[in-house]
Structures are given as C-alpha cells and as structure tokens.
C-alpha cells in the first residue's frame, strides 16, 4: 500500500477544517436560537400569544355565535403554546445570525459572479417571504369572519387556540412561500430557462394556474383567500416581465 502523500494529507486537513466550520456555523445557529427563545419566552410571551390571536379576536368580535376569545381544552396547554411560540419568534429573531453564519461559510466557495447575484436573491426572498406573511395577517380576519358565521346561529363556535395556530402557521406559510414567485421566474431567467417573452406567451395559462392554486392551497372554504392569494401574484406574474424586459432581455 502507498503511503499517504503530502497532497492527501492537505486535502485531509481541508476536509477536517470545512467540518470544523460547518461545527461552528451550527453552533452558532442554535445558540442564538435558544438565546433568542428565552428571552422572548420571559419577557415577551403575552405580547406573541396578544399579536398572534388578534386576526382571530377581531373575527370574534363580529360574530354573534361565537365565544369572546379562543379557548384552550390541554391542561399544559397555557404552558406549551406560549413555549412553542416562543421558538418560533426566537428562531425568526434569530435568522439574521444564522444567515450571517452560512454565508460566511458558503460564499468562499463560489465565484464572483454568483455572489454578485445570491446577496440580492436571499434579501429579496426575505422580503417577500415577509410581505407575504403580513398580508396573510391582514387578510386572515376576513377568512375567519366567513367561516365562523357561515353556519349562522345553528351551532355555537368555540375555536380551539392550537387549531387556530396551526391554520395561522399554514396560511403564513402558503402566503410567505408563493409570493416568492418574482425571485423564482427571475432567476429562470438569468439562467436562460425562461424569458420575458415566454412568460407574455403563457400568460393566460399562468393565471388559471396561479387561481387555481390558490384556491386549492388555501386553508378553508372562503372566497377571501384564495382572492387575497390570486391578485398579488397576478401583479409579481407581471411585474417578473418587467423586470426581465429591463435586465435580461432574451
């Protein structure tokens, strides 16, 4: 058997540090994680649960067969969901560390050009991803408004604050994750696989899909929605165009 090379040896060494930092960048990550859980889990965990109900509580208000507030049946439920919450605002607190930490170990291992362009694709996915969420929040009490009343003064409606939160995690995510439409068809299009001009092509086919989808991917049963959902994606369809027009015309 040869015996190990200087060259090997390097490579060896190159492996152990690249693991060392991707160590590091976890590390990193899940401690201000943590840090972040606990402090909002202290000092800020009735301002969550107060900002998070209210699209529900504003649904309540108007509904005339519907309990004050939501309610909770779990014994550790009172515990629990401020707790699971906090996580989720700590971990979205957070992001700005642990996007710091993965870029600095991504991004010597591209070329120039491709850190030109992932800065502005991972900040315009970040913004998107929250204009989307906010506006699911601001549309969410029209939803909810509908579907509490829809059954009239038949049945008396006592909605459960973990099923509230989990069509709320459902619904922001939808929201958050197709308004990144724009940075997907703009990034096809740097890369050649579509251009302005196909999408001007496939527009008509582009709207059924786009209210299509949205009706199927909304929880619920309410024509708000998906509504809310359709049109601004109409707008980022067209404004994807336009964008491909003025920087990448094909």
Partial sequence: MAAPTMADDERRMTVVEHLEELRGVLMWSLGSWLVATFVLFLLL???????????????????????????????????????????IAGFIAALP?????????????LR????????????????LFSAGAAFAYLVMPLGLGFIFGFLGDNVQVLPDLNSYLGFFAILIAVFGLTFELPVVLVLLGVLGIISSRWLRKHRRNAIIVII???????????????????????????????????????
Wanted: hydrophobic share 50%; charged share 15%.
């Fill in 45 to 87: 965990h009735n301002q969550l649960v107060a900002f998070l109900t209210r699209p529900i509580n504003t649904a309540l208000a108007t509904c005339h067969n519907c309990s004050q507030k939501p309610i909770l049946t779990g014994v550790v439920d009172p515990l629990s969901v401020p707790l699971k919450l906090s996580a």
């Fill in 97 to 109: 560390v642990i996007i710091w930490k993965v870029w600095t170990f991504v991004s010597p291992g």
């Fill in 112 to 127: 120039p050009v491709e850190r030109k362009f992932a800065a502005p694709f991972i900040a315009s996915s970040l913004l």
């Fill in 212 to 250: 299509g989808t949205s009706i199927l991917i909304t929880p619920g049963a309410d024509p708000f929605t998906p509504t809310a959902l359709a049109i601004p994606l109409v707008i980022f369809y067209e404004a994807s165009i336009l964008i491909l027009d003025k920087g990448f015309k094909r």
